[in-house]
């Protein structure tokens, strides 16, 4: 008996505390969002550890789950979704479907958090998110990454607050490609993602400085631009925020569709899109510094383009091969618009109103969900043409 009033009197501190944290502790600008897990490192070790948790190393491996003993994997890179739920004050995760890859959903006021056993691809609110690893099932309980807790999840569920109205900001878009790099073409080959790009950012700068934005892009004409003179202009402007339009293609695949957005890997996560390139998980660049802020700038720009045009949903991705993000020192998105090498979308990325759809989701995103846009405006090429004259028009295939 005086064993157990000894560890009562060791717990009742600690309980305490828990509960002061889980509370949440008010401040300037504080808002209500779900406890960072990792901000209780060392009281949840303390406290869980005594459940059978297993304690979290400083730096989690990048060890994909089957790479090595089952042991070594869960020894402290993974953890129990019900009991980071609890830890955070939420709703244990429920199971919404059966069968090989059951389906647990996540409730909590940052909105419903999906996510599939043994697969990367995980939904919130209705978007698709692509996780660094696929949560495993262990004892019959979902167990989930803990780099995709912190660095995605937690996040998306702090949510994604309406920019400020009255706060004007300067912005770099940059199209993609240009000069002798055309980017990806249609089938036919009347249509050059080059052309795509300046006209849709042409048509997003005139939207955003209707707004009182200081809007610069990267080319303003069919030239050629380096990487590092795209990330060079951001830094030299010190800008707000970077994002980087493109068009996508999948030839001699006609069939992919979709939109797609992407920021840079967060270190220690796998990429979900590589492209042959090398992935080293231990590299840290200058953008990771905003792996959050970036996750949530493309959260808002994909969920309004989703909104504009309906397309398939490809996610929110991460790559660490694209140069263009890696060294901007502020929140950094690269948007893929759309297929070239679908026959479907490359007839409607061709058209000038699908163009301006695609400008007027992403300014939406930037100035706030509610704002509304006068009868489309065109670029300073005009309608149908970009800044050196190519025509822009319907592709015939």
Known sequence: MAHNEKMLDLCRPLAGLLALVLAGTPGAGDESRPVDFFDLRGLLEGVLGGLGVPEMPAAPSAAKPGSGPASGVFAGN???????SEASGFAPPRLVAGGAQPVYALDTPGGRFLVRIGSEQANWEGLEVR???APQ??????WIHALDLKKTVQPLLRGLPEPEPARPRTVVIDPGHGGVDTGTRNAAGSLREKDCTLDWALRLRELLSAQGWRV??????????????????AERLNADLFVSLHFNSAAPNDSESGLETYCLTPAGLPSNLTRGYPDD??????NNAWDDENLRLAARVHRELLRANGSTDRGLRRARFLGVLRGQQRPAILVEGGYLSNPREA????????????AEAVARALLGSRTQFAASGHPAGGVGASTNGVPLEAPSD
């Open 216 to 233: 610069y892009l990267t080319r303003s004409n069919d030239v050629e631009v380096s990487i590092a003179s795209r990330v060079a202009l």
């Open 78 to 84: 993974w953890i129990p979704l019900n009991r980071w």
């Open 137 to 142: 099932l262990i004892d019959q309980q979902p």
């Open 131 to 133: 996780l660094g690893y």
């Open 281 to 286: 998980a231990g590299q840290v660049f200058p």
């Open 347 to 358: 007839r409607q990325i061709g058209m000038p109103e699908h163009r301006q759809k695609l």
